[in-house]
């Protein structure tokens, strides 16, 4: 039991650190799953896509991706 608990954790934790890691360009996949889209938060916490636009927050890249079934990246955080 102890071991399968250990391999359950390591698992865990290897998939908590993938999420967010960056992609060989820099980029960093939106984590869209913790949003309720189509409806975003209106709070200003602005990210770069790698499509060069500012998107006023994390949810509003998914909307975007989730609209044109496309797949922008966010380049950084913060504006462009």
């Known amino acids: 039991m102890w071991n399968f608990t250990r391999l359950t954790l390591c698992l865990l934790s290897v998939a908590v650190l993938a999420r967010g890691a960056s992609l060989p360009d820099g ?3 939106a984590d869209c799953s913790q949003y309720n889209l189509p409806m975003c938060p209106r709070n200003f916490e602005p990210v770069c896509g790698s499509d060069g636009t500012n ?3 994390e949810c509003m890249l998914c909307f975007q ?3 044109r079934k496309s797949n922008i990246l966010i380049r950084s ?3 462009c």
């Open 65 to 67: 991706n989730m609209e």
């Open 77 to 79: 955080k913060g504006e």
């Open 55 to 57: 998107y006023s927050n």
């Open 27 to 29: 980029t960093i996949e």
